[in-house]
Structure formats: structure tokens, C-alpha cells
């Protein structure tokens, strides 16, 4: 390794277990000597976030849900007090009822609908608020957004909503922050054997779909989406923001299956 991270501290919100993408994201960055903290929700995340902080040597874990400001508050009152800076933040929350992830689009309640698009989209914004007075010196604020955001995809729904609108905060976010050296991403992974992944109705046949038809007839890894992140949050992306980074062995440019799966 290259020491890509060395000196720098960052929060990594959204790790569910070893199959995470933000695990593989902050496997990589530890790997590049950052320094880690956690956040997760409710004390069940907190039994399975435990002994993977403590793998890379992370001692710094806080219980944060995204839908309440005093608790998004005391996450970053404790950063700064720990700290007293941030370098970079990894944001990989998103949450729908999975049971309107199947059937139509058009019966998607009003209830789930403003919950998706608050957990998924708004956390986003609420977390780059609280982090930017921390950023000191610039930082690096990442998220993770899906092909569903711009192209009908079966299975993801109003998903696919909050994802288009995630991708249009990245914008203009990182035109607010821009001026202070914050720079704002996203990545883009094809599916993914992930616990949010596994929710999603379909998601073997998806999988598979992709792995199958890819350019490179595979679908993303940890370690590829993990090195993507590293790169956008070292030095070498000092002059990339407001971007999606689509990391899915290149499906997003097909416009039909390859012929032997027509």
C-alpha cells in the first residue's frame, strides 16, 4: 500500500456486517492508513459494527439515526471533541419498505415514499451540513447511489427516486462546498450481495443478469468499489467533485443483453 489516507480521519456511516459496501470502502481506506470512526443504528448494528471497528483499530463508535437532529448533533459534537476535524465522510444509509420494492411503481405509498426519499436523499444533506464546519483543511463527502436512478430498473421503485435525487444533491452540494475544498461524490456499484441488497425482491436473478452480460462479464467487488473510494478521497481526486463513479464491470453501457443471452 501507498499510504494514500495517511494522516487522515474519517466517519463511516452505514456498515450492516463484513459484506457491506461501506465495509469494503473502509477496509480500503484503513488499508491507505486512515484513521476510522463508525456510526450504526440501534444496539443490534452496534453488536456486528463492534469487532469490525475494532479489526482496523477504530475506537471511535456512535449511535446515529439519520431522521433525528439531536442525534445527528451529538455524533458530530463528538467527533469534534474527539478530533476536532474530519477529512472525510463515507455516507452508505438508504432505507425503503421493502415490500414496495415489488409490483408497481404508481402504488408506492405517500408514507414510504417521504421516508425513502428522507432516509436515503435528505441524510445526505443533513450530514454534509454538520460535517462542513469540521472540514477544516477540505474533505471528501461520498455516497452510494445505483443505476436505478436513471434507467427503469425491476425490483427498485421508489428507490429509484431517492437515488435520482441523492445524485442531483451530489451536485449541489458540491457546488456549495466547492469553495471551502470540500469535494462531493458519488459511486455507482452494479448489484451486490449485501444485506440492503438481499431486501430488494429479484436481486439473484439481478445479480446474476449482470454478471452475465457486463463488458467484463462480472459485477463489482468490495475491493474495486473500496479502491474507487480511496481515489476520490486522496489527493489524486483533488479535482473531481460532483461526480458518479459507476463501478459495475461497464453494464451501464449496453443497450441490450450480449447475444448468447438475447
Not at 36 to 52: T, W
Not at 98 to 110: C, H, P, V
Request: charged share 20%; net charge negative.
Amino acid at each position: 500500500m501507498a499510504d494514500l489516507m495517511k494522516g487522515k480521519r474519517g466517519l463511516v456511516m452505514g456498515v450492516a456486517n463484513d459484506r457491506s459496501i461501506a465495509w469494503g470502502i473502509a477496509s480500503a481506506l484503513h488499508a491507505e492508513g486512515a484513521e476510522l470512526a463508525f456510526s450504526y443504528q440501534g444496539d443490534a448494528f452496534g453488536k456486528r459494527v463492534a469487532p469490525l471497528a475494532e479489526k482496523v483499530g477504530a475506537k471511535l463508535l456512535v449511535d446515529v439515526d439519520v431522521t433525528d437532529d439531536a442525534s445527528l448533533d451529538a455524533c458530530f459534537a463528538k467527533i469534534e471533541e474527539e478530533w476536532g476535524s474530519l477529512d472525510f465522510v463515507i455516507h452508505a444509509i438508504a432505507f425503503s419498505d421493502k415490500n414496495e420494492l415489488a409490483g408497481r411503481f404508481i402504488d408506492t405509498s405517500r408514507d414510504n415514499f417521504k421516508n425513502s426519499l428522507t432516509i436515503s436523499c435528505y441524510s445526505l444533506i443533513d450530514v454534509a451540513r454538520r460535517a462542513e464546519p469540521l472540514m477544516k483543511d477540505g474533505g471528501t463527502i461520498l455516497t452510494l447511489t445505483y443505476m436505478g436512478s436513471n434507467r427503469v430498473t425491476p425490483f427498485y421503485n421508489v428507490m429509484g427516486v431517492a437515488k435520482a435525487a441523492l445524485e442531483s444533491a451530489v451536485r449541489y452540494l458540491a457546488n456549495d462546498m466547492g469553495p471551502n475544498g470540500i469535494r462531493v461524490n458519488a459511486i455507482s456499484p452494479g448489484p451486490m450481495k449485501t444485506l440492503a441488497g438481499a431486501a430488494i425482491s429479484g436481486a439473484r436473478k439481478t445479480f446474476k443478469t449482470t454478471q452475465n452480460n457486463s463488458p467484463l462479464r462480472d459485477n463489482a467487488t468490495l475491493e474495486s468499489i473500496g479502491g474507487t473510494a480511496v481515489y476520490l478521497a486522496s489527493d489524486y481526486g483533488a479535482c473531481t467533485t460532483g461526480e458518479v463513479i459507476i463501478v459495475d464491470g461497464g453494464f451501464h453501457v449496453l443497450g441490450m443483453n450480449q447475444p448468447e443471452n438475447l
